[in-house]
């Protein structure tokens, strides 16, 4: 299962979403620069249980370091595909969260639980002499606040199933709960100081996430939240859309609402359009033109359903005009 996106719109750009993003993928090409020298910058800028377990590691690092990497590590990634995939689960899940606590508080919120991850790998791990590198116990973290704040919401999943593309959508709750009984499981079957990924990283951030946002959403905004969610008022809907039509049984034509932001009612834009319909899942790109009211309807022709006669009726999408 491969999750494309949630079907909660963020009511803002997420700024400190995307920055943080982009500063994961300018380290990497910062690290991917370092050529021979990779492994000694891993070992210095990585977390390394024996650097704080044993006095005669530590000392070949300075205390500037040692509290460095306790924080840069989660910008390191092994590998383009180690990056994709964080980086994307951070795209889809972080936009919701920030918007709920804000730009300043999710980005102090974000490094906490990077911090909080990072330190439930080492007490699990305190001998280790394997580095440990990704922003996935941070991202983890953002996930548990997502499970508390949005467990109703649904996660559209691609599924091949003999090549055919299948999308579904995944109540976040089972989808995320689903997720960390797996890394308990595999945190469970993995031996203590042994190598690979670092399990108990996931679960000490999804859990501490869980923590943290209940404690940020008590505590009092910045000001400049406000003024940094006036600026960041969001100008587009998502691109990816699950319409869910309906129709009375004697109609053959079908029914939906189709979401635009202001700024795309104004100038037009194109949508990809998922209709589930029975066992079936449609997938086409729909055109809407500029200057597009609230409540403008746009026919599809022979998009509905199959009539006895074997004529097919039309889609009407209601324009919504949002994302604001």
């Known amino acids: 299962m491969l999750p494309l996106r949630d079907t909660i719109p ?21 690290q991917m620069a370092q050529g021979p020298a990779l492994q000694k910058f891993i070992f210095t800028y ?48 972080g936009d919701n969260v920030e918007d709920r606590l804000g730009p300043v508080r999710y980005l102090v919120f974000y490094i906490l639980c990077g911090l909080a991850s990072g330190l439930s790998h080492l007490a699990i791990n305190w001998g280790s002499r394997i580095p440990t590198i990704g922003a996935s ?9 997502y499970f508390l704040l949005y467990p109703y919401s649904r996660i559209l999943t691609f599924i091949p199933i003999f ?38 990283a996931h679960i000490g951030g999804f859990l501490f996430g869980m923590l943290f946002v209940k404690i940020f959403l008590k505590a009092p905004g910045v000001g400049i939240s406000q003024k940094l969610r006036q600026k960041a008022a969001k100008r587009k809907t998502h691109r990816l859309q699950v319409i869910r039509a309906i129709g009375s049984p004697d109609d053959p034509h079908l029914y939906g609402t ?19 319909w029975g066992f079936q899942k449609r997938l ?18 022979g998009m509905g359903r199959a009539t006895k006669t074997g004529e097919k009726g039309d889609l009407y999408l209601k324009i919504k005009i949002g994302g604001i």
Request: hydrophobic share 50%; charged share 10%.
């Open 46 to 93: 990585g977390l390394v249980p024996i650097r704080y377990s044993s006095p005669q590691a530590g000392e070949y690092f300075t205390t500037g370091q040692q509290i460095f990497s306790l924080f840069s590590y989660m910008f390191l990634h092994g590998g383009f595909w180690h990056l994709l995939g964080n980086m994307w689960s951070l795209y889809i899940f």
């Open 284 to 301: 086409f790109n729909v055109t809407v033109p500029p200057g597009v009211k609230e409540g403008t309807l746009l026919r599809l022709r």
């Open 10 to 30: 963020s009511k803002s750009y997420p700024v400190v979403n995307y920055l943080i993003i982009a500063s994961n993928v300018l380290v990497f090409f910062v």
């Open 163 to 200: 090549f055919i593309p299948y999308f579904i959508e995944v109540p976040a709750f089972f989808f995320l709960g689903l997720w960390f009984l797996m890394q308990f499981l595999s945190a469970a079957g993995t031996p203590a100081h042994g190598g690979g990924i670092a399990w108990w």
């Open 258 to 276: 189709l979401e635009v932001s202001p700024l795309e009612a104004e100038f037009g834009t194109k949508k990809l359009v998922n209709i589930p």
């Open 137 to 145: 116990g941070a991202i983890a973290g953002v996930m548990g606040a």
